[in-house]
């Protein structure tokens, strides 16, 4: 079975400063793609980055880039410039590729908090 | 206006009524799905389907059900609800005629409270 682990439940970082969010998967798989997606208090699940697994390098959306590393099986998220429109819940999603289908399985969240 | 609508948005229901949720979407995906969000579990698929003819169970498929009306409608159905069905669930689509790990955009979310 595929999983996703975030093991940072809560997390809170000053305006302005960098943050970085922890993801760990397991697969045996080869071929697959990993997400970050936001929800923030409106309840809205908004892409934030996205990476191919076969890609080496490192996605990059404006402030927010990864660090995909394929061998730890690691994907975390850094946030540079925080701002307050950040503060929101954070789901690393991860998806196989396989004869067609095409299922998101998510970690179970990273509540993070910008302080002004 | 948004993509992905779901209505209602909010619905308190009582223990044994039955229930739809309905998604529509304007942006041409072929590939439909519904999730579940439990507090502290992230998001669990219930069921997708890739075109109006396709319907396949996610991992958490017992106690609903789904109807796909046409490429952009996608219901899900409680026959029968119970209040471990309260949760907040959201309806997604992609693209089949895009990449292979195609980005699913969501819509804004059904709350729904079973007592």
């Known amino acids: 079975a595929q999983t996703v682990t975030q093991s940072q439940p809560e997390m809170s970082v000053q305006e302005a400063e960098t943050v970085t969010l922890s993801c760990t998967y397991d697969?045996?798989?080869?071929?697959?793609?990993l997400f970050w997606y936001k929800q923030p208090p409106s309840r809205q699940m908004i892409l934030v980055i996205r990476?191919?697994?076969?890609?080496?390098q490192n996605a990059t959306e404006n402030r927010f880039s990864v660090n995909f590393q394929k061998a730890a099986k690691s994907f975390s998220l850094k946030i540079s410039d925080s701002q307050l429109g950040d503060t929101a819940m954070y789901f690393c999603?991860?998806?196989?590729?396989?004869?067609?289908?095409?299922?998101?399985?998510f970690g179970k969240g990273t509540k993070l908090t910008v302080n002004p | 206006d948004a993509d992905v609508t779901q209505t209602p948005r909010n619905r308190i229901t009582k223990t044994g009524k039955r229930i739809m949720l309905e998604c529509s979407q304007t942006?041409?995906?072929?590939?439909m799905y519904w999730y579940r969000q439990d507090p502290g579990l992230g998001l669990r698929l219930i069921y997708y389907?890739?075109?109006?003819?396709?319907?396949n169970k996610g991992e958490i498929s017992d106690g609903y059900s789904v109807s796909r009306q046409a490429q952009a409608k996608f219901s899900l159905s409680l026959e029968s609800a119970i209040p471990n069905q309260t949760a907040l669930y959201f309806c997604?689509?992609?693209?089949?005629?895009?990449?292979?790990?195609?980005?699913?955009?969501f819509g804004p979310g059904t709350r729904l409270l079973v007592l």
């Open positions: 999603a991860f998806m196989i590729v396989q004869g067609g289908s095409e299922k998101l399985v």
């Open positions: 697969t045996s798989e080869n071929n697959y793609y």
């Open positions: 990476q191919e697994a076969y890609k080496q």
């Open positions: 942006k041409g995906h072929d590939r």
């Open positions: 389907s890739f075109d109006v003819k396709d319907i």
């Open positions: 997604a689509t992609s693209d089949l005629q895009g990449l292979p790990g195609e980005t699913q955009y």
